[in-house]
């Protein structure tokens, strides 16, 4: 092939020839791609977090409960205007229905346990 010759896919090329952006319908289908794609990414890791949180909130009150209301019933809920600020909080509810905030768990709940000393655990 000589220097003179045009190759068939430039024959038709003019210098300054550029593609026309897509039409208004096609930016919105891809906008609407694009926010299903990153909805179906974090929703998971988000409603994960969540049942995760809501379960060791529950187990960490059962186990607060135990200990500091045995006989009532407990429960833990996530409050955003709490005394100690946003987090789980665990409650006891008496007999007659007076209810009673067990301890803040935290906003990431977890109940630290402190060895008694001379007991072997």
Excluded: H
Excluded at 54 to 78: N, Q
């Amino acid at each position: 092939m000589s220097d003179d010759e045009i190759p068939r896919e430039l024959a038709d090329y003019e210098p300054g020839e550029a593609r026309t952006p897509p039409g208004e319908r096609m930016q919105r289908i891809q906008r609407v791609v694009v926010v299903v794609a990153i909805v179906a990414l974090v929703l998971p890791g988000v409603l994960i977090g969540i049942t995760t949180a809501s379960r060791t909130a529950e187990l960490a009150c059962r186990i607060v409960g135990s200990t500091a209301a045995p006989d009532a019933a407990y429960e833990a809920r996530f409050e955003l205007t709490g005394a100690e600020g946003p987090g789980w909080y665990c409650y006891a509810t008496a007999f007659g229905g007076r209810e009673v905030q067990l301890r803040f768990l935290g906003f990431i709940p977890e109940v630290k346990v402190v060895s008694t000393p001379g007991v072997n655990v």
